[in-house]
């Protein structure tokens, strides 16, 4: 599972500590090289004799231990090809979510530019603390993968959201960090949109569409399990470990999109985007009684977002589209790639009911600028995803 990798394990001062010594063991069960930094706090629940025969390494405690600078200590960020900081304390969370660097821990952590897990592990009122969750944003929305704290009895005699996750789900995601990545997507920052945009009406209604969004949450899915620095921006709710944005409108839309696109490598507008929105919506809701027979709504165009960030975007940045036919694609797709000025479209035929709209698979045709066609046979929308991304940025 884990041979030839570097695994360093960061533990900070709480009662679940004693669970980590399972943790190794599990690491070292599976194949992994192991190396273990305990914060001072640390060693008052599990001794770090005990973490260094589990681990068959030396264990790292002192920023500065005069006696004992070995290069090696120094360059343990470098050794390591994940930091998985297990448990978390809500200090150690604060200190790295702000930049402190007080100890050998969390001076790792800020010099560490390849995947960190935090898996927190405290009291349930300090879990929910506003300053504690705010913390856990700000990292999370920086690409560190929380495994969030579960429910059950805590140490401290209550019981609630504290107790560290289960061991297994720790390695798990160290797994799936480790598993096969595409280096040329890895820190790539990549923008995905994806869902139907909802224009309201009033306050309870909206015009919408059948977009389920799930292709952009494949994209989205697959761009982050393959290493690149994601950011989803969704009509609908998704859990994931990568930031995202929820808007409704196509307005909401387009300004999240434009704030992202700054130093974004690559944006792909896979959402279905309302063309029209209400020109005049109602402060209230319509009510039956109160109206006539009939009720006009007069539509305003919105803007076309995909056209807008293609006229202001950098030299290297990548631009997909997306096209929802139901006549014509190949042709609908060519013209639109000229009309529109983006890198790529992906053309999905919406006349068939097997693929495309609310269905977990889909069949595509990419379009490029030399008006290139690669068709993408019937598959999953995860593998669709995959190789969406294998033709713009090359299989690894
Ligand atoms: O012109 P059409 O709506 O078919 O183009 C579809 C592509 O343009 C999709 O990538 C969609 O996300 C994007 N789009 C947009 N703004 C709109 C309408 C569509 O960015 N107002």
């Not at 530019?113 to 929305?141: G, R, T, Y």
């Not at 977990?360 to 066609?373: A, L, M, P, R, W």
Request: with cysteine.
């Amino acid at each position: 599972m884990f041979r030839n990798k570097n695994i360093l394990i960061g533990i900070t001062g709480g009662i679940a500590a004693y669970k980590i010594l399972e943790l190794i063991r599990l690491f070292k069960k599976n194949n992994a090289n192991v190396k273990v930094i305990m914060t001072e706090n640390a060693t008052n629940f599990v001794t770090p004799l005990t973490v260094r025969t589990l681990s068959n390494n030396p264990v790292y405690t002192k920023q500065f231990e005069v006696d004992n600078l070995f290069p090696e200590h120094i360059s343990l960020g470098t050794w390591a090809d994940i930091f998985v900081i297990a448990p978390a304390s809500a200090n150690t969370i604060g200190k790295i979510a702000n930049g402190i660097c007080d100890n050998l821990l969390t001076s790792i952590a800020c010099a560490f530019s390849k995947p960190i897990i935090i898996a927190p592990a405290m009291n349930c009122e300090m879990w929910n603390n506003v300053f504690v969750q705010e913390n856990i944003k700000k990292l999370k929305d920086n690409n560190y993968q929380i495994l969030p704290p579960e429910a059950g009895f805590l140490a401290c005699g209550t019981s609630g959201i504290g107790r560290l996750c289960a061991i297994e789900k720790i390695c798990n995601a160290t797994y799936e960090q480790l598993k096969y990545k595409n280096e040329k997507l890895i820190g790539k920052k990549i923008v995905i949109t994806a869902g139907g945009t909802r224009e309201n009406i009033d306050p309870v209604r909206f015009l919408g569409n059948h977009s389920s969004g799930k292709m952009g949450v494949a994209l989205a899915d697959k761009a982050y399990a393959l290493g690149a620095n994601v950011v989803l921006i969704n009509t609908f709710n998704h859990k994931s470990n990568y930031k995202t944005i929820n808007v409704n409108s196509a307005l909401e839309m387009k300004d999240a999109v434009k704030n992202e696109q700054k130093n974004a490598d690559c944006i792909i507008m896979a959402a279905a985007v309302a063309d029209f929105r209400v020109k005049n919506q109602f402060e209230n809701k319509i009510k039956k009684d109160t109206t006539n027979e009939e009720i006009t709504l007069e539509l305003v165009k919105n803007p076309d977002i995909l056209s807008e960030i293609c006229q202001s975007k950098t030299q290297n940045q990548i631009i997909v589209g997306f096209c929802a036919e139901s006549e014509n694609l190949i042709e609908n797709a060519r013209n639109k790639i000229i009309k529109k000025q983006c890198d790529y479209i992906v053309a999905n035929d919406i006349s068939r009911k097997d693929i495309g709209f609310s269905s977990d698979e889909n069949e595509v045709y990419i379009i490029d600028k030399t008006q290139n066609i690669t068709k993408i046979e019937k598959a999953p929308k995860s593998i669709v995803a995959e190789k969406i991304f294998g033709v713009i940025y090359g299989a690894d």
